[in-house]
Nanobody, 120 residues
């Protein structure tokens, strides 16, 4: 199996910054796309940002220019630098990866989630 462990969530004031980290471990042959999704109370889970193994990135319109996704392939880790945070960014943030456990077994994996609260 592949395990994803997030860290870095918390409470921050509007306009502040946070950095989320997520490390993948377990039976990994290679990691393809990694990313972050979020789910606010009463809403569906939505894409925040993704990054491929060739560093191609994709962002939700609501976070473009404020959030930056990056990855360290040597550490199997993906990061989300969040700046100019707004109350509407409040949500549980989930780490995601698409990984090959062997040459022939590929799957989607999720972390447990980390709470981000933006409030004064």
């Amino acid at each position: 199996q592949v395990q994803l462990v997030e860290s870095g969530g918390g409470l921050v004031q509007p306009g502040g910054s946070l950095r989320l980290s997520c490390e993948a471990s377990g039976s990994i042959f290679s990691i393809n796309t990694m990313g972050w999704y979020r789910q606010a109370p009463g809403k569906q889970r939505e894409l925040v940002a993704t990054i491929t193994n060739s560093d191609r990135t994709n962002y939700a319109d609501s976070v473009k220019g404020r959030f930056t996704i990056s990855r360290d392939n040597a550490k199997n880790t993906v990061y989300l630098q969040m700046t100019t945070l707004k109350p509407e960014d409040t949500a549980v943030y989930y780490c995601y990866c698409n990984a090959d456990r062997t040459r022939y077994i590929r799957g989607d994996y999720w972390g447990q989630g980390t709470q981000v609260t933006v409030s004064s």
